[in-house]
């Protein structure tokens, strides 16, 4: 499971619906996998509008993961002009500017979209109950009485 | 007509095997009629052009639910150019069955690795949209266990959602119990859909939220839709796709779940 994915999740208990701790859930003795993707600057610019980012900041804390900015950044520090050379051609001769992604947008990408949780547990901060995650999959199933 | 996602690595024998409902929801999200609505729904607009336009700009989220095999999810992530006019889509989905969670996963990353790389994607064990934080859905698709026939019993979920203890394989029992979540939908076949209906106005997105939902004949699709034109005077339930049509009325329909947005 995606650090990511955890911005789209909450509890699964009723009584947890209308409580303002049950969102995120906190991992715990959390093993944590590097998936590696390729970077997608177009789809970073455009997640930042629509990420609870105080609560995914807390996460990444949580994880013990460098810390993320205390702000969203803003789309045009995603990239960068650098000057080189077209793949291939070594001459030297035929420098041209390129747009590549900044090293906020490649630590954003390690983070948000790299980097999984494999094994361990997620828990709810309101309820307190923990949810297994398992070869890479979150079960939030409840037992009977929970639900 | 877009490719199939691959689903060769799949286990048929306890998770849900593509057929002809889930090509009808494949054909009708890439219908042209569909692609329309759906390309000027979540048109990319600048930055630039004011706070308003900001959220219309943000990458869309679908939600599947019961991904079974994946291979719904999988044509959405692929084809996303094609059916939402921009490929900064997230894609998310649900199964009850940890199997089917694992094989579908297969299926997004083997669909998207071919065809076009997918931002993100990602899959979780749970029970319908009870674990989806609330508003955050874009695009909802969800085709049900919807035949008339009794539910399983979920007190053995616990105990065959897992290999049994020991073994390599599922037993047969177990591979029953799974596949009878898959399409058994209690009374009308509408047990399940009924207790998604009640989470979808929580989950959509107040104003860019969009559901499609695969109902049979015996579903009774006109009382559904009514039902959801009832939830308010913005709440849109129409028929966007059909297919076996035998005198005069189809056995399976895509109804789409729309907020008219106020002008
Ligand atoms: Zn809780």
Redesign the pocket.
């Known amino acids: 499971m995606k650090i990511l994915t955890l911005n789209f999740l909450t509890?699964?208990?009723k009584?947890?619906k209308s409580?303002n701790t049950?969102f995120p859930l906190h991992p715990k003795e959390a093993d944590l996998e590097i998936v590696e993707t390729e970077i997608n600057v177009l789809f970073l610019k455009n997640i930042m509008g629509r990420l609870m980012w105080e609560e995914l900041k807390g996460v990444v804390g949580e994880l013990g993961l460098p810390d993320l900015p205390p702000t969203p950044p803003e789309p045009e520090t995603l990239v960068e002009t650098k000057l080189q050379a077209p793949e291939g051609d070594n001459t030297g001769l035929n420098i041209e500017k390129a747009e590549v992604p900044s090293q906020i947008a490649k630590d954003l990408h390690r983070v948000l979209l790299e980097t999984c949780v494999k094994e361990g547990k997620l828990v709810?901060?309101?309820?307190?109950?923990e949810y297994a995650v398992r070869e890479g999959i979150a079960n939030f199933l409840l037992p009977g009485h929970l639900v | 007509m877009l490719p199939t996602p691959s689903t060769a690595h799949v286990c048929f024998d306890h998770v849900y095997e593509p057929a002809e409902d889930s090509f009808l929801l494949l054909d009708t999200l890439s219908s042209p009629s569909e692609t329309a609505f759906l390309h000027s729904r979540f048109k990319q607009t600048s930055f630039q052009e004011g706070s308003n336009e900001t959220c219309n700009s943000s990458s869309p989220l679908v939600l599947e639910i019961g991904v079974g095999s994946g291979v719904v999810l999988a044509f959405v992530a692929a084809n996303a150019s094609n059916i939402f006019g921009r490929s900064d889509v997230l894609t998310l989905g649900t199964d009850i069955n940890s199997f089917a969670c694992k094989d579908a996963s297969r299926t997004v990353q083997t669909a998207t690795d071919e065809h076009c790389p997918t931002p993100f994607f990602d899959i979780i064990n749970g029970d319908l949209a009870s674990s989806i934080r609330s508003s955050c859905i874009d695009i909802f698709l969800f085709n049900p266990p919807y035949v008339p026939a009794e539910l399983p019993d979920l007190s053995r979920h616990d105990n065959y959602n897992t290999l049994p203890m020991g073994q390599t394989s599922t037993s047969f029992e177990q591979d029953s119990y799974l596949l009878a979540l898959s399409y058994a939908g209690g009374a009308d076949g509408m047990e399940v859909t009924n207790r998604m209906l009640e989470q979808i106005p929580q989950i959509l997105h107040p104003v860019r939220g969009v559901g499609y939902l695969l109902l049979c004949a015996q579903n009774k699709p006109e009382e559904v839709k009514q039902h959801i034109r009832n939830w308010g005077s913005r709440w849109m339930a129409e028929t966007v796709g059909s297919s076996g049509k035998k005198a005069g009325w189809e056995k399976l329909q895509i109804v789409r779940i729309w907020r008219e947005t106020s002008k």
């Not at chain 1, 709810?124 to 109950?129: D, I, L, P, Y």
């Open positions: 509890c699964a208990r009584l947890c409580s049950a709810c901060g309101n309820c307190g109950h």
